[in-house]
């Protein structure tokens, strides 16, 4: 819709506008309308791409690009008679451009989960400030026998790289869904749709256990946050399971490294289930600018590129990761 906008106003600047001024404007004129109308629509490609740090990258290079023409046209306006009609009709176009740009931006909603831009009428809004679109909307995971058959999915394919638990399968760690303000109560801090997952792990030593010093027996709970999509549930409850993992093996990494290896669970699980949303989920996942979940998860990536999964997990049962 804004790019149909666009090519009108340039296409009635061409026809209509141009030919009221003299000749003599003609050089400076398009250049100095080209630089008010590539403002908003540079905008516009800094509100698709989401991230901190292309979000800058894209700022910087809107602005650079806006100032050159500016520039330009300005430096040409000494050389040719001023036309105070082309000067308005100018301005004009700008504030234009700048009110619908805005509209526009006000208007545009993203699915929470796959990112895409939503149509008003395919909106779906979840009571936590969530926007899903129809078909992340008729994914969602939410039936114990949906949430059973990815669990088995997910561990066994953590176990075939190598990653071994107290109870073989986790059969008895209960999976529970809850919403963004059980899940704040639960980590006792303020609610966050950005926090997907949550590991309770509670540890029990045995009067043998204590006699022996052998290691405690582990009980966990995994609470994963409602309205996920199938391949979003499973790169959660993969990076929850690593967590069980690293508490059951009592490993205390620091905190880039703790997330990292749990986010090389998801990245894992991201590449197994083979859906259309697999490509987005890893490239959220590798461009990540958090220095705990990003930073943490590239390091972690680096190593397993270097010494594969057994060799990543010795590394952060040695506490060398
Ligand atoms: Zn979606
Ligand atoms: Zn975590």
């Known amino acids: 819709m804004y790019e149909v906008l ?26 100095l309308t080209f630089a008010f109308l590539s403002l908003p629509l540079l905008r516009k490609t800094d509100v698709k791409i989401r991230k901190q740090n292309e979000k800058r990258e894209t700022k910087r290079k809107q602005e650079t690009v806006f100032y050159v023409f500016l520039r330009v046209s300005l430096a040409n306006i000494g050389k040719f008679k001023l036309s105070l009609k082309a000067l308005i009709l100018s301005v004009f176009t700008f504030i234009c451009f700048l009110v619908f740009s805005n509209a526009f931006r ?15 009428e395919s909106q779906y809004a979840l009571p936590d400030g969530r926007y899903l679109c129809s078909v992340c909307r008729a994914q969602v995971i939410s039936q114990p026998d949906q949430i059973l058959k990815i669990k088995k999915l997910v561990i066994n394919r953590l176990i075939d790289e190598g990653v071994r638990f107290q109870e073989k399968r986790l059969e008895s760690v209960p999976i529970e869904i809850v919403n963004v303000n059980r899940l704040a109560q639960l980590r006792n801090q303020p609610p966050s749709i950005t926090q997907k997952g949550l590991t309770l792990t509670r540890s029990e030593m045995t009067l043998g256990g204590k006699l022996f010093g052998s290691t405690p027996k582990m009980s966990h709970h995994i609470y994963i946050l409602d309205n996920l999509i199938k391949i979003e549930f499973a790169g959660t409850l993969a990076h929850e399971i690593m967590h069980v993992w690293q ?13 990292g290896l749990c986010n090389l669970g998801s990245w894992l699980a991201y590449n197994t289930i083979k859906s259309s949303k697999t490509p987005y989920f ?32 010795q590394l952060a049962r040695s506490g060398q990761l």
């Open 6 to 31: 666009f090519c009108f106003c340039i296409l009635l600047h061409w026809r209509v506008f141009l030919p009221l001024v003299e000749s003599s404007c003609q050089i400076w004129f398009p250049m």
């Open 282 to 313: 890893l490239k959220v996942m590798q461009e990540n600018p958090d220095p705990v979940y990003g930073d943490g998860f590239r390091h972690v990536y680096s190593k397993y590129q270097q010494v594969g999964w057994e060799g990543v997990l």
């Open 106 to 120: 006000r208007t545009k909603i993203f699915c929470s989960s796959c990112s895409s831009i939503m149509a008003k």
């Open 247 to 259: 508490n059951e093996n009592q490993i205390k990494l620091a905190a880039p490294q703790c997330e």
